[in-house]
Nanobody, 124 residues
């Protein structure tokens, strides 16, 4: 009933920038936390940054000062601005959102939703 669609990944040289977007759609009542995770080859998925509906943020130490998370609640969209990218940022980036959605016209359910992932490759 709800889905997340990501965009904005690609190939960039070290020191470059990329902006990821993730839009939630479907029978949405409300969205609490939205965020980004990443998974590099051979590694576990890790938190990159999250933002609550009220604007509180949390981010990994490895991206502080380089990555900025933001969201547009009116558009149900979260963004990740990535600057000064490094080869170690190479990974598949996944959007995540905690969504309360309509299952029927009178029944709500909480969804822990994930996007399909978008590849970010940092290489010269």
């Amino acid at each position: 009933q709800v889905q997340l669609v990501e965009s904005g990944g690609g190939l960039v040289q070290p020191g470059g920038s990329l902006r990821l977007s993730c839009a939630a759609s479907g029978s949405i009542f409300s969205i609490n936390t939205m965020g980004w995770y990443r998974q590099a080859p051979g590694k576990q998925r890790e938190l990159v940054a999250t933002m609550t509906k009220s604007g509180s943020t949390n981010s990994a130490d490895s991206v502080k000062g380089r990555f900025t998370i933001s969201r547009d609640n009116a558009k149900n969209t979260v963004y990740l601005q990535m600057n000064n990218l490094k080869p170690e940022d190479t990974a598949v980036y996944y959007c995540n959102a905690l969504i309360t959605g309509w299952v029927t016209h009178s029944l709500l359910r909480d969804f822990d939703s994930w996007g399909q992932g978008t590849q970010v490759t940092v290489s010269s």
